[in-house]
């Protein structure tokens, strides 16, 4: 029998620059306005139904990283793919004190879906993106729903937003706050996968959740930016560039 991919091992350079970056990281997050709303009732759950799978989109994930820093003693766990960028990533989130579970659909797949139904078996967290690593952006893929249906463990979603903020050009449009943001992370109320539930419908119902909650955390920074610093005036912008203070952060300029 073959045996699963293994891991590589972290590089020096990695190491070096993953620390670099939650140095970064920690200073640009230090500055920021965040609220977090029903952050309380999800710690609640996680202790009622001893684990959970907590989701959001890959590209809102900057804030939460900081968020959870030093949790993996604690049974926080995240899955990264094998990939080269995920290379990068999980010695990043070691480097915050996460936990790092390798692998994906394609590579390692059977052994890191063991790791993680053990882990929600043992009352782990997984903090989880269910659309990546790849996408498509904002859709939830079906290894969230194979999870909570294996291992009965609640899916707990969250909508997290920033204003003004930077967004790069990649596929999942990587948030990225500006200094002194106004932050918002709301959390949203479990949601259980039934036996024998279509796992597309149960798929869909996940991106419905973090989608609304995502729209609900937009609204509430833009508007407290409104109320603060009244009616934002309109800016001249060539076409094809967004007329808002999302600056983008790749080929067509940052803000």
Request: aromatic share 8%; glycine share 10%.
């Amino acid at each position: 029998m073959k045996e699963p991919e293994r891991p590589r091992p972290v590089s020096p350079k990695n190491r070096i620059l993953a620390r670099i970056t939650v140095g970064v990281v920690r200073c640009l997050c230090a500055t920021l306005r965040l609220t977090i709303e029903r952050e309380a009732e999800s710690e609640a759950l996680i202790a009622q139904h001893g684990g959970c799978l907590f989701v959001t989109w890959h590209g809102r994930t900057m804030i939460p990283i900081d968020h959870f820093r030093g949790r993996g003693r604690i049974g926080y766990h995240t899955l990264v793919s094998l990939s080269r960028d995920g290379d990068f990533l999980a010695a990043y989130l070691a480097a915050c004190g996460l936990k790092v579970i390798r692998g994906s659909t394609n590579r390692r797949g059977a052994a890191a879906a063991r790791e993680v139904l053990n882990l929600l078996d043992k009352g782990g967290v997984l903090a989880f993106t269910p659309d990546g690593p790849r996408g498509p952006a904002g859709v939830a893929q079906p290894g969230v729903v194979y999870f909570a249906l294996k291992s009965g463990k609640p899916i707990i979603p969250a909508g997290i937003a920033a204003w003004p903020r930077w967004e790069t050009d990649s596929w999942d449009r990587f948030l990225i706050p500006r200094p002194f943001a106004r932050a918002r992370w709301i959390f949203g109320e479990p949601i259980f996968i039934r036996e024998g539930e279509d796992w597309t419908a149960a798929a869909a119902r996940v991106t419905e959740a973090i989608n609304r909650l995502q729209a609900a955390a937009e609204e509430k920074v833009r508007s407290e930016t409104r109320y603060r610093h009244g009616p934002e005036r309109p800016v001249s912008v060539p076409p094809g560039n967004r007329q808002d203070r999302a600056g983008r952060i790749g080929g067509d300029g940052a803000g």
